[in-house]
């Protein structure tokens, strides 16, 4: 009796699919032998790693399907992409935003871009941890009444401050609703409650009395979508086009079936052992 074999092929490893096409192990493995940039542990590369790495397959996948679907493919894999990129920044140039596009964009960004209250303000200190209270209130109101007898607020402050500012003539800077580090939130408080120009009483902090002259008090602005409509539509338009390849990609993964073998991935021997 003739006995007849058959050599059954071995099923290849496959570690992810995308729309029932496969990505085998062995793809994976030449991949990601290659990735010296990212970090490994105990000569292997951890979970995070390899799917950062399948992630790339993934993409790359779903690009060179896209290539064939349009017909760009047959040639260099960069010339085909580029191909498929040009194409997609053309279309999208072509297509104007819509409004809720630009809607979007304006919520997502004006909260940066709204000009928040400030005001810039000079400061007179007398310190009052040495002379006490009583002397430091004086020597304050013996500043402010040089001032508001016409004496320029920088050379009384040169003459009286004893605040890190003095050497500006008083100059704190612009200061927000928040504060600044330098300042004690009471000389805040009291400046955003003052009229342009206006000049404070003396006060007390825990340094010492103070006189504080606003020099700007600029109110909110907020970043309003109505005046800014054109300026948006073109910063958003910009970004799109910019962002065409990382859209596309986002599009073809929604559109598409992709499983990973979380058992497989795990296990792939990588590194030295």
């Known amino acids: 009796m003739l006995l007849v074999t058959f050599a059954l092929a071995a099923t290849p490893c ?33 979970l995070a790693a390899r799917h950062e790495v399948l992630d790339g397959l ?3 996948q779903l690009l060179r399907a896209e290539e064939n679907r349009r017909g760009f493919s047959g040639g260099d894999e960069v010339e085909s992409a580029r191909l498929l990129f040009a194409a997609e920044r053309e279309a999208a140039a072509a297509r104007p935003l819509s409004e809720a596009e630009i809607e979007a964009w304006w919520r997502a960004h004006h909260a940066a871009l709204d000009k928040p209250e400030g005001v810039a303000i000079e400061r007179i200190l007398v310190g009052s941890a040495l002379r006490g209270e009583v002397e430091a209130k004086r020597l ?6 040089e001032i508001v007898a016409g004496n320029e607020f920088a050379a009384v402050a040169l003459h009286y401050s004893e605040a890190p500012s003095a050497h500006r003539g008083g100059d704190e800077g612009w200061v927000r609703r928040e504060g600044k580090t330098t300042l004690d939130p009471v000389i805040v408080k009291t400046a955003f409650g003052m009229k342009e120009e206006e000049l404070s009483p003396v006060f007390m902090t825990a340094e010492g009395a103070n006189v504080v002259l606003v020099t700007v008090h600029e109110a909110a602005v907020p970043y309003l979508l109505e005046e800014h409509r054109e300026d948006i539509a073109r910063v958003a338009k910009t970004e799109q086009l910019s962002n065409v390849a990382d859209a596309l990609i986002a599009r073809l993964l929604a559109a598409s079936t992709v499983t990973v073998d979380e058992t497989e991935l795990a296990a792939l021997p990588i590194g030295s052992p």
């Open 14 to 46: 496959v570690v992810a699919t995308v729309d029932s096409i496969p990505i085998t192990c062995d793809q994976f493995l030449a991949v990601a032998a290659s990735e010296t940039s990212l970090e490994m542990h105990a000569g292997k590369l951890d």
């Open 58 to 60: 993934i993409r790359m």
């Open 140 to 145: 304050a109101e013996d500043a402010r009444a």
